[in-house]
T-cell receptor, first 116, second 111 residues
């Protein structure tokens, strides 16, 4: 149980393109989902907390207009990297926390984004 | 400081035990987690421990928590080549859903 699906797994696109990444909880509901960015051989950096039905909460230094987050249902959150540039190339990982109190976050398999 | 610290690298022989250590930062942290990451993949939850516990065992995995020293460890018994991966500890601080991740330990298992 507690499966999180992230799609696509890999994206290669030209500079200036906007890219949407989906994060779905397949067998549970999640009012809260999280978006992380991971640089090569580094730890995970929390970008934002996505709350169902309300605005996302962004971490300091993360541009909300650059990384648009939508959490329209209890099983789906999307991250859109707008007008992507090479410096946005990274590994993006989402996680979801089940509604039940004190349950751990479960992670998707990540999206490798490469901007040419 | 703010960082959750882990040693960068651990190399063990197949069949031996592995111990991965983590020093976290906030004594009010409620839950502490261990995640495994294989190359190019997301994070797999291995186990977690509530802060009022000292130890938790789950098959080959044993978690020890020293709250006084803010030290967490993960012991993997009978380590296998399939255990080769990066292991992250993470703390969940009081009154928040956010996780603070450690720097990650790369475990390499050799025959």
């Amino acid at each position: 149980g507690a499966v999180v699906s992230q799609h696509p797994s890999r994206v290669i696109c030209k500079s200036g393109t906007s890219v949407k990444i989906e994060c779905r909880s397949l067998d549970f509901q999640a009012t809260t989902m999280f978006w992380y960015r991971q640089f090569p051989k580094k730890s995970l950096m929390l970008m934002a907390t996505s709350n169902e039905g309300s605005k996302a909460t962004y971490e300091q230094g993360v541009e909300k207009d650059k990384f648009l987050i939508n959490h329209a249902s209890l099983t789906l959150s999307t991250l859109t990297v707008t007008s992507a540039h090479p410096e946005d190339s990274s590994f993006y990982i989402c996680s979801a926390r089940p509604l039940t109190a004190n349950q751990p976050q479960h992670f998707g398999d990540g999206t490798r984004l490469s901007i040419l | 400081g703010e960082d959750v610290e882990q040693s960068l690298f651990l190399s063990v022989r197949e069949g031996d035990s592995s111990v991965i250590n983590c020093t976290y930062t906030d004594s009010s942290s409620t839950y502490l987690y261990w995640y495994k990451q294989e190359p190019g993949a997301g994070l797999q939850l291995l186990t977690y421990i509530f802060s009022n516990m000292d130890m938790k065992q789950d098959q080959r995995l044993t978690v020890l928590l020293n709250k006084k020293d803010k030290h967490l460890s993960l012991r993997i018994a009978d380590t296998q080549t399939g255990d080769s991966a990066i292991y992250f500890c993470a703390e969940r601080r009081w009154n928040t859903d956010k996780l603070i991740f450690g720097t990650g330990t790369r475990l390499q298992v050799f025959p």
